[in-house]
């Protein structure tokens, strides 16, 4: 299931603004920056490169991987700001390991 479409972030004036003024946290796999709101509820946006999963399929798996881990357990404890979580080194195939490392930053950044 994906993250519903009040929760995503979307315009490019977004993610600039949370690359510009974000806290930044680094797992092993992820990059994330997180800049605080006043909109009432969390935004993520997700970024993986061709350069680390060379196919469409690969990334989209990814981002759903991502989305599924915050969605919907955790996305009403999160706080109001806006993230934007960058995939940083090759796609290990095991989507576990994925898993576990962006688990370890939201817990690094007292998301959950």
């Not at 357990?73 to 994925?98: E, Q, R, W, Y």
């Amino acid at each position: 299931m994906s993250l519903p479409t009040k929760n995503r972030l979307k315009n490019k004036k977004d993610f600039d603004a949370v690359f510009k003024k974000g806290k930044a946290l680094n797992g092993s796999f992820l990059f994330m920056k997180a800049l605080p709101s006043s909109r009432g509820y969390p935004r993520f946006g997700f970024i993986v490169a061709a350069k680390f999963a060379p196919k469409a399929v690969l990334r989209n798996k990814v981002r759903r991987l991502l989305a599924d881990v915050i969605w919907p357990a955790h996305l009403l404890n999160i706080p109001s700001c806006d993230t934007v979580v960058v995939v940083t080194k090759k796609i290990p195939t095991d989507v576990s390991s994925v898993r576990d490392d962006f688990v370890a930053v939201l817990h690094q950044a007292k998301f959950i």
